[in-house]
């Protein structure tokens, strides 16, 4: 299970958070204390168990019902910049963590192994927190380093596109929303353009993590069917479930954008089973 204060995971006997100290069971350290004297605010609480479109505040839903109504030139002229500049790889402070990140046993050209070295450790790290109040912030990768790893999801998916291209992989932004209002954002990792070199990562992942499912998406270029898998920090793994869009967009590190339509780049899914 994980901590209802900080998001640590934690075992399911533990009484106590080991990182912020927290009560896992809220009823176990609850001690009687005076009235209040006026209605306290309500502070938003975030674990791994919520659905995925809490994981963004009001004003990323706002934002990306306007931009997307908009059109493509509302997205083109605000948000793919944005989200671009954030993605700061060729900082000096991006690449040394992304390297710091990598196994020494994992050690050669860009892999699937070294995808899941880097996922793995921001995932454990990372602290969610929402925006400034009223405003949309895109963090530059190298600052969500230098403030511990902590931010919202489209922070997430920023820093972990940043360290991807790091290290010599080719990965990018997807920003979502469903006929709802809900936003979110994550990043994907290219895996190649052969249905060898999606098994290939798909059985690698599943080995890992013992996991039977990896979601990927397609897309076909003039190269041919480009597979891309998903590295949402709301799954236990890369390639996991996708949110549940009905339009998104893509933002690529050299600032090339790219409407995703159901038709033209539909969500598939793989299964592997461990050792299979």
């Keep these: 299970m994980y901590c209802r204060k900080c998001g640590a995971k934690i075992a399911d006997d533990t ?9 896992a069971d809220p009823e176990e350290a609850r001690e009687p204390t005076p009235a209040p004297t006026a209605t306290p605010k309500k502070v938003h609480i975030f674990d791994r168990g919520t659905p995925l479109w809490a994981c963004v505040g009001i004003v990323f839903c706002l934002v990306f019902a306007v931009f997307f109504v908009g059109g493509d030139e509302a997205w083109e002229t605000e948000m793919g910049p944005a989200i671009r500049n954030a993605t700061d790889y060729q900082e000096p402070a991006t690449r040394d963590f992304a390297l710091a990140l990598v196994r020494a046993e994992n050690a050669g050209e860009f892999n699937i192994a070294q995808v899941c070295d880097i996922w793995e450790e921001v995932y454990e790290e990372w602290t969610y927190v929402d925006d400034p109040r009223g405003t949309e912030y895109f963090s530059p990768a190298s600052r969500t380093i230098e403030a511990g790893l902590k931010g919202d999801c489209d922070d997430f998916a ?9 290290i010599g992989g080719e990965a990018r932004v997807v920003a979502a929303y469903d006929l709802s209002g809900n936003g979110h954002a994550f990043s994907e990792i290219y895996v190649g353009d052969d249905y060898e070199d999606l098994k290939g990562a798909a059985h690698y992942i599943c080995d890992r993590y013992e996991c039977t499912t990896i979601w990927y998406h397609c897309r076909e270029s003039l190269i041919g069917t480009e597979y891309w898998i998903n590295l949402d920090w709301q799954n236990d793994h890369p390639g996991g479930y996708f949110f549940p869009c009905d339009d998104a967009f893509a933002v690529y590190i050299d600032g090339t954008e790219e409407y995703l339509t159901g038709d033209g780049d539909p969500v598939r899914s793989i299964r592997c089973w461990t050792g299979g």
Excluded at 15 to 23: E, Q
Excluded at 158 to 166: F, N, S
Aim: aromatic residues 6%; positive net charge; charged residues 10%.
């Design 158 to 166: 920023v820093l972990l596109t940043a360290l991807m291209a790091a």
């Design 15 to 23: 009484r106590y958070c080991h990182r912020c100290g927290a009560a």
